[in-house]
């Protein structure tokens, strides 16, 4: 009876991680994106369109169809932009069971890098 337990245990376990795996992956990729996109922002060239324009593009070549860009908060200010998105994502766990996975509040701020000349 034990090992029959243990046996459960482990197969919800491991279906688990391999259904959580991917979502966190695809939660780097974006959290790396908007990094990325608010490094590159030049404060005298680009309004939030371009802002959220650049986000799309990044997601779209990562294959990220998880969160929308309209989703994400744009802050400018003279010294740079930033980024704030939070967002949750259903997924199935085992059988009817479905887990959901909240990321809160992912910030990108370009003004806490310091540029070098």
Same mark, same amino acid.
Request: with cysteine; charged share 20%.
């Given at each position: 009876? *034990?090992?029959?337990? +243990?046996?459960? $245990?482990?197969? %919800?376990?491991? $279906?688990?991680?391999? =259904? /959580?795996?991917?979502?966190? @992956?695809?939660?780097? %990729?974006? %959290? =790396?994106?908007?990094?990325?996109?608010?490094?590159?922002?030049? *404060?005298?060239? =680009?309004?939030?369109?371009?802002?959220?324009?650049?986000?799309?593009? $990044?997601? #779209?070549?990562?294959?990220?169809? /998880?969160?929308? &860009?309209? &989703?994400? !908060?744009?802050?400018?200010? =003279? #010294?740079?932009?930033?980024? $704030?998105?939070?967002? !949750?994502? &259903? +997924?199935? @766990?085992?059988?009817?069971?479905?887990?959901?996975?909240? +990321?809160?509040?992912?910030?990108?701020?370009?003004?806490?890098?310091?540029? &070098? @000349?």
């Amino acid at each position: 009876m *034990t090992a029959l337990c +243990f046996v459960i $245990t482990a197969w %919800v376990f491991l $279906t688990a991680l391999l =259904r /959580g795996l991917p979502i966190y @992956l695809e939660h780097r %990729v974006i %959290v =790396r994106a908007m990094h990325n996109v608010a490094q590159g922002y030049d *404060t005298a060239a =680009r309004g939030r369109e371009e802002v959220r324009q650049a986000i799309q593009k $990044t997601w #779209t070549v990562n294959r990220m169809d /998880g969160v929308a &860009s309209e &989703s994400v !908060s744009i802050d400018r200010r =003279r #010294t740079g932009v930033i980024l $704030t998105l939070s967002y !949750s994502i &259903s +997924f199935p @766990l085992v059988g009817p069971i479905d887990g959901i996975w909240r +990321f809160d509040d992912i910030v990108a701020d370009s003004r806490s890098v310091r540029r &070098s @000349l």
